[in-house]
Protein backbone atom coordinates (compact mmCIF):
# COMPACT_ATOMS: atom_id res chain seq x y z
CA UNK A 1 0.00 0.00 0.00
CA UNK A 2 2.60 2.57 -0.98
CA UNK A 3 0.02 5.88 -1.62
CA UNK A 4 2.91 8.41 -2.66
CA UNK A 5 6.31 7.77 -3.15
CA UNK A 6 8.56 10.74 -3.07
CA UNK A 7 12.56 10.15 -4.38
CA UNK A 8 14.79 11.38 -3.23
CA UNK A 9 14.62 12.14 0.27
CA UNK A 10 17.80 14.12 0.47
CA UNK A 11 19.69 15.85 -2.14
CA UNK A 12 22.49 18.74 -2.29
CA UNK A 13 22.86 20.55 -5.45
CA UNK A 14 25.60 23.42 -6.62
CA UNK A 15 23.69 26.64 -7.68
CA UNK A 16 23.14 26.68 -11.34
CA UNK A 17 22.66 22.68 -11.29
CA UNK A 18 19.21 20.81 -12.51
CA UNK A 19 16.98 18.18 -11.05
CA UNK A 20 14.12 16.64 -11.27
CA UNK A 21 11.47 15.43 -7.79
CA UNK A 22 9.84 12.59 -8.67
CA UNK A 23 6.72 11.61 -7.40
CA UNK A 24 4.32 8.66 -7.96
CA UNK A 25 0.67 8.07 -6.36
CA UNK A 26 -0.84 4.80 -6.99
CA UNK A 27 -4.53 5.48 -5.70
CA UNK A 28 -5.72 7.15 -9.40
CA UNK A 29 -6.18 10.63 -7.70
CA UNK A 30 -6.64 13.11 -10.50
CA UNK A 31 -5.60 15.61 -8.29
CA UNK A 32 -1.69 16.62 -7.23
CA UNK A 33 0.25 19.19 -5.88
CA UNK A 34 3.93 20.16 -5.45
CA UNK A 35 4.69 22.48 -1.65
CA UNK A 36 7.41 23.74 -0.31
CA UNK A 37 7.80 23.75 3.16
CA UNK A 38 10.46 26.69 4.79
CA UNK A 39 10.48 27.30 8.43
CA UNK A 40 8.02 29.75 9.52
CA UNK A 41 6.29 30.24 5.93
CA UNK A 42 3.95 26.86 6.37
CA UNK A 43 3.21 24.86 3.29
CA UNK A 44 2.80 27.25 0.18
CA UNK A 45 2.11 25.75 -3.17
CA UNK A 46 4.23 25.77 -6.33
CA UNK A 47 2.32 24.02 -8.85
CA UNK A 48 -0.69 21.58 -9.41
CA UNK A 49 -2.44 19.35 -11.46
CA UNK A 50 -6.05 17.99 -12.21
CA UNK A 51 -5.57 15.49 -14.03
CA UNK A 52 -2.67 14.08 -17.16
CA UNK A 53 -1.98 16.66 -19.35
CA UNK A 54 -3.15 19.77 -17.12
CA UNK A 55 -0.78 21.80 -14.78
CA UNK A 56 -0.90 24.92 -13.30
CA UNK A 57 0.42 27.83 -11.22
CA UNK A 58 0.17 27.89 -7.48
CA UNK A 59 1.89 30.46 -5.29
CA UNK A 60 5.23 30.18 -5.87
CA UNK A 61 5.90 28.86 -9.00
CA UNK A 62 9.01 30.72 -10.46
CA UNK A 63 12.26 28.50 -11.25
CA UNK A 64 10.06 24.96 -11.12
CA UNK A 65 8.89 23.49 -13.91
CA UNK A 66 6.50 20.34 -13.75
CA UNK A 67 4.33 17.82 -16.22
CA UNK A 68 1.80 15.30 -15.48
CA UNK A 69 2.00 12.55 -18.99
CA UNK A 70 0.52 10.14 -16.65
CA UNK A 71 -2.08 10.25 -13.86
CA UNK A 72 0.56 8.09 -11.55
CA UNK A 73 3.74 10.53 -11.90
CA UNK A 74 4.17 14.09 -11.85
CA UNK A 75 7.70 15.30 -11.32
CA UNK A 76 9.04 18.93 -10.36
CA UNK A 77 11.93 20.01 -11.92
CA UNK A 78 14.48 22.70 -10.99
CA UNK A 79 16.11 23.84 -13.95
CA UNK A 80 18.87 25.98 -12.68
CA UNK A 81 18.88 25.95 -9.02
CA UNK A 82 19.33 28.80 -6.74
CA UNK A 83 20.66 29.00 -3.01
CA UNK A 84 16.92 30.33 -2.02
CA UNK A 85 15.35 27.04 -3.58
CA UNK A 86 17.14 24.99 -0.23
CA UNK A 87 13.78 23.94 1.24
CA UNK A 88 11.39 20.66 1.75
CA UNK A 89 9.51 19.97 -1.14
CA UNK A 90 5.72 17.65 -0.53
CA UNK A 91 4.08 15.77 -3.17
CA UNK A 92 0.64 15.62 -2.34
CA UNK A 93 -2.56 13.15 -4.12
CA UNK A 94 -5.40 14.76 -3.61
CA UNK A 95 -9.22 12.80 -3.28
CA UNK A 96 -11.33 15.11 -5.41
CA UNK A 97 -14.60 14.29 -3.34
CA UNK A 98 -13.33 15.80 0.02
CA UNK A 99 -10.24 17.23 -0.60
CA UNK A 100 -7.99 15.19 1.20
CA UNK A 101 -4.69 15.46 0.71
CA UNK A 102 -2.09 12.26 1.00
CA UNK A 103 1.48 13.40 1.19
CA UNK A 104 4.66 12.40 0.42
CA UNK A 105 7.30 12.11 2.89
CA UNK A 106 9.18 14.78 2.08
CA UNK A 107 12.40 15.37 -0.17
CA UNK A 108 15.16 17.96 1.92
CA UNK A 109 17.12 19.92 -0.76
CA UNK A 110 19.68 21.89 -0.12
CA UNK A 111 21.63 24.68 -2.42
CA UNK A 112 25.13 25.46 -2.12
CA UNK B 1 -11.54 33.90 -1.86
CA UNK B 2 -10.66 32.11 1.53
CA UNK B 3 -8.19 32.33 4.45
CA UNK B 4 -7.23 30.13 7.35
CA UNK B 5 -6.42 31.57 10.40
CA UNK B 6 -4.18 29.55 13.25
CA UNK B 7 -4.63 31.61 16.05
CA UNK B 8 -1.07 30.07 17.96
CA UNK B 9 1.96 29.26 16.28
CA UNK B 10 3.32 27.95 19.58
CA UNK B 11 0.83 25.79 22.01
CA UNK B 12 2.80 24.55 25.21
CA UNK B 13 1.12 21.97 27.69
CA UNK B 14 1.88 19.59 30.06
CA UNK B 15 1.57 15.75 29.66
CA UNK B 16 -2.21 15.03 31.05
CA UNK B 17 -3.43 18.19 30.42
CA UNK B 18 -6.13 19.22 28.13
CA UNK B 19 -4.52 20.42 24.48
CA UNK B 20 -6.63 23.66 22.36
CA UNK B 21 -5.27 24.34 18.75
CA UNK B 22 -7.53 27.05 17.51
CA UNK B 23 -8.45 27.69 13.67
CA UNK B 24 -10.96 30.33 12.54
CA UNK B 25 -11.30 30.22 8.66
CA UNK B 26 -13.58 32.54 6.05
CA UNK B 27 -14.87 30.57 2.96
CA UNK B 28 -17.76 31.71 0.33
CA UNK B 29 -18.50 28.34 0.06
CA UNK B 30 -19.49 25.49 2.74
CA UNK B 31 -16.22 24.09 2.99
CA UNK B 32 -14.36 20.95 3.62
CA UNK B 33 -12.01 21.44 6.92
CA UNK B 34 -8.95 19.35 7.78
CA UNK B 35 -6.40 18.90 10.61
CA UNK B 36 -3.06 17.63 9.85
CA UNK B 37 -0.01 16.81 11.84
CA UNK B 38 3.49 16.51 11.10
CA UNK B 39 5.82 15.29 13.17
CA UNK B 40 9.66 16.31 12.93
CA UNK B 41 11.27 15.39 9.69
CA UNK B 42 7.80 13.73 8.29
CA UNK B 43 5.40 14.17 5.62
CA UNK B 44 1.69 15.35 7.04
CA UNK B 45 -0.84 13.14 8.16
CA UNK B 46 -4.71 13.05 8.63
CA UNK B 47 -5.80 13.98 12.36
CA UNK B 48 -9.35 14.46 11.02
CA UNK B 49 -11.66 16.11 8.59
CA UNK B 50 -14.78 18.06 8.00
CA UNK B 51 -16.89 17.41 5.18
CA UNK B 52 -20.55 18.27 5.76
CA UNK B 53 -21.61 15.78 8.11
CA UNK B 54 -21.99 15.45 11.96
CA UNK B 55 -20.40 18.89 13.12
CA UNK B 56 -18.09 17.04 15.68
CA UNK B 57 -15.58 15.20 14.13
CA UNK B 58 -13.45 12.26 16.23
CA UNK B 59 -10.15 11.82 14.58
CA UNK B 60 -7.14 9.72 15.27
CA UNK B 61 -5.36 9.31 18.54
CA UNK B 62 -7.84 10.56 21.02
CA UNK B 63 -8.25 14.24 18.99
CA UNK B 64 -11.40 15.97 18.13
CA UNK B 65 -12.67 19.00 16.63
CA UNK B 66 -16.12 20.95 16.23
CA UNK B 67 -17.31 23.07 12.94
CA UNK B 68 -18.77 25.50 14.13
CA UNK B 69 -20.30 27.62 11.31
CA UNK B 70 -21.67 30.38 13.17
CA UNK B 71 -18.26 30.86 14.62
CA UNK B 72 -16.01 30.64 11.43
CA UNK B 73 -13.76 28.17 13.31
CA UNK B 74 -12.51 24.48 13.44
CA UNK B 75 -10.49 23.92 16.80
CA UNK B 76 -9.17 20.74 17.57
CA UNK B 77 -8.70 19.04 20.66
CA UNK B 78 -7.72 16.61 23.09
CA UNK B 79 -8.97 15.73 26.80
CA UNK B 80 -5.11 14.81 27.76
CA UNK B 81 -2.16 14.93 25.90
CA UNK B 82 0.70 12.85 25.21
CA UNK B 83 4.44 13.10 24.86
CA UNK B 84 3.65 11.99 21.39
CA UNK B 85 1.18 14.78 20.30
CA UNK B 86 4.39 17.20 20.34
CA UNK B 87 4.23 17.95 16.84
CA UNK B 88 3.25 20.66 14.05
CA UNK B 89 -0.87 20.79 13.05
CA UNK B 90 -2.39 22.46 10.20
CA UNK B 91 -5.59 23.46 9.59
CA UNK B 92 -7.00 23.35 6.10
CA UNK B 93 -9.89 24.42 4.62
CA UNK B 94 -10.78 23.19 0.65
CA UNK B 95 -12.58 25.56 -1.73
CA UNK B 96 -15.34 25.87 -4.37
CA UNK B 97 -13.50 22.58 -5.71
CA UNK B 98 -10.63 20.12 -3.81
CA UNK B 99 -8.06 21.20 -6.79
CA UNK B 100 -4.40 22.42 -5.24
CA UNK B 101 -5.27 25.38 -5.64
CA UNK B 102 -8.72 25.74 -3.94
CA UNK B 103 -6.62 24.11 -0.51
CA UNK B 104 -5.82 26.76 1.61
CA UNK B 105 -3.28 25.95 4.50
CA UNK B 106 -3.12 27.95 7.90
CA UNK B 107 0.25 28.58 9.10
CA UNK B 108 0.96 26.14 11.95
CA UNK B 109 0.61 25.65 15.11
CA UNK B 110 3.09 24.06 16.80
CA UNK B 111 2.35 21.90 20.05
CA UNK B 112 4.99 21.06 22.76
CA UNK B 113 4.19 18.44 25.57
CA UNK B 114 6.08 19.14 28.56
CA UNK B 115 6.71 15.80 31.13
Known amino acids: NAGVTQTPKFQVLKTGQSMTLQCAQD?????MSWYRQDPGMGLRLIHY???????DQGEVPNGYNVSRSTTEDFPLRLLSAAPSQTSVYFCASILAATGELFFGEGSRLTVL | AQSVTQLDSHVSVSEGTPVLLRCNYS??????LFWYVQHPNKGLQLLLK??????LVKGINGFEAEFKKSETSFHLTKPSAHMSDAAEYFC?????????????FGGGTRLMVKP
Open chain 1, 27 to 31: MNHEY
Open chain 2, 50 to 55: YTSAAT
Open chain 1, 49 to 55: SVGAGIT
Open chain 2, 92 to 104: VVSGSNNAGNMLT
Open chain 2, 27 to 32: SSYSPS
